[in-house]
């Protein structure tokens, strides 16, 4: 007999929870596209925090960004389509009582969707979150960057602190 797949856990969790998410990342790297020339800044708190227009064609802190573009798209496209994936995968075999899984990955599947459509669109992605102390600045970032964050730290605590039989 057949096994068949059922959708409905997929669509709940994608329409409550990942779609919302994906839609305000897209909506905040629009707005500083149409409101911010590429390098504009507007300093929300000195010393501290920014908002800066500026484009990445690498991965996390600009790592990467040497990939020639014929290749680039192909090789963001062929990693998140595995890492949605495998991710699928671990959201299938969770038990449907883990709710706080299933957010964290979410999150991550987000988050990864919100950069996959900028390369799509743009050929590289738009970060936008400058935060820095005095002299020290943290690579910049934007919103979708804040959900594979958080999700990947999320499912590091959730696969050490979760008891096995929570899981």
Known sequence: ???????????KWGMLMVLPLYLIDQITKWMIVKNML??????VIPNFFEIIHVRNT???FGLLQNIPDSYR????LT????AIGAIFFIFKQSNDDSAILKAILCLI???????????????EVVDFINVHAFTYRWPT???????????MIGLLL??????EKKK
């Open 79 to 82: 990693v998140t389509v595995i």
């Open 158 to 163: 959730y696969t050490f602190i979760v008891p």
């Open 141 to 151: 970032f934007n919103v979708a960057d804040i959900y594979i964050s958080v999700g």
């Open 73 to 76: 798209l192909i090789f963001f």
């Open 1 to 11: 007999m057949r096994s068949s797949i059922d959708i409905k856990p997929y669509l």
């Open 38 to 43: 590429f390098g504009d800044i507007i300093t």
């Open 58 to 60: 690498g991965v996390a």
């Open 109 to 123: 599947v987000a988050g990864a969707l919100g950069n996959l459509t900028d390369r799509i669109i743009h050929n």
